[in-house]
């Protein structure tokens, strides 16, 4: 199974908004709804941000949004704020016969 | 509250073998699936493979069958990820997390470990 494709970066400035991509085939972000986007920070694990495609868990600002269109997912983050400066990855399901797969990650800067 | 709390870092030589834990608590241990994820330094994310430690079932992504092991004291409500052989190319850092599965794959994962970092050095 293929890493999913994600841009190695991405800017911003404070208030701004910015769109990370997340680039699959019809076997796992194009055939099902279950991408998930995670925040990492520097040292610190990964935290879940988006689930299902559009989802987010409790305590996660509303300011983290997610969509998809074929074998393309995106996470917009509006209104950047210093601290979401990080490293966001892409996760989908892949059918029965894989754990799953990540995209390669995507470093955000917020200048 | 609930938690994974991973053992602490690793130094060991290549050949070495290894086991490090994760302990989940504030939740029914057994039944939920445990994930293991691997990051290299200074890159992404892989996961490695899940264990359910209600019956012990395991699934390995295929890059890392037959080079780990995974395994679960339900007793304790701690897993376990060993290796028999170090190599220098196993040090990275370990994440367990608690993944919500289904038919075999993983959909999300809500709760992580603070990770483990293993080195392996000569």
């Known amino acids: 199974q293929s890493a999913l494709t994600q841009p190695p970066s991405a800017s911003g400035s404070p208030g701004q908004s910015v769109t990370i991509s997340c680039t699959g085939t019809?076997?796992?972000?194009?055939?099902?709804?279950?991408v998930s986007w995670y925040q990492q920070h520097p040292g610190e694990a990964p935290k879940l941000m988006i689930y299902?495609?559009?989802k987010r868990p409790s305590g996660v600002p509303d300011r983290f949004s997610g969509s998809k269109s074929a074998n393309t997912a995106s996470l917009t983050v509006s209104g950047l704020q210093a601290e979401d400066e990080a490293d966001y990855y892409c996760?989908?399901?892949?059918?029965?016969?894989?754990?799953?797969?990540f995209g390669g990650g995507t470093k955000l800067t917020v200048l | 509250e609930v938690q994974l709390v991973q053992s602490g870092a690793e130094v060991k030589k290549p050949g070495e073998s290894l086991r490090i834990s994760c302990k989940g608590s504030g939740y029914s241990f057994t039944n939920y699936w445990i994930a293991w994820v691997r990051q290299m330094p200074g890159k992404g994310l892989e996961w490695m493979g899940i264990?359910?430690?209600?019956?012990?079932?395991?699934r390995y992504s295929p890059s890392f069958q037959g080079q780990v092991t995974m395994s679960a004291d339900k007793s304790i409500s701690t897993a376990y990820l060993q290796w028999s052989s170090l190599k220098a190319s196993d040090t990275a850092n370990y994440y367990c997390?608690?993944?919500?599965?289904?038919?075999?794959?993983?959909?999300?994962?809500?709760?992580w470990g603070q990770g483990t970092l293993v080195t392996v050095s000569s």
């Open positions: 019809s076997s796992d972000v194009g055939a099902y709804n279950y």
């Open positions: 299902e495609v559009s």
């Open positions: 264990i359910y430690p209600g019956d012990a079932d395991t």
């Open positions: 997390a608690r993944p919500s599965v289904v038919r075999g794959g993983i959909i999300r994962s809500d709760v």
């Open positions: 996760s989908s399901y892949a059918g029965s016969n894989s754990l799953g797969v």
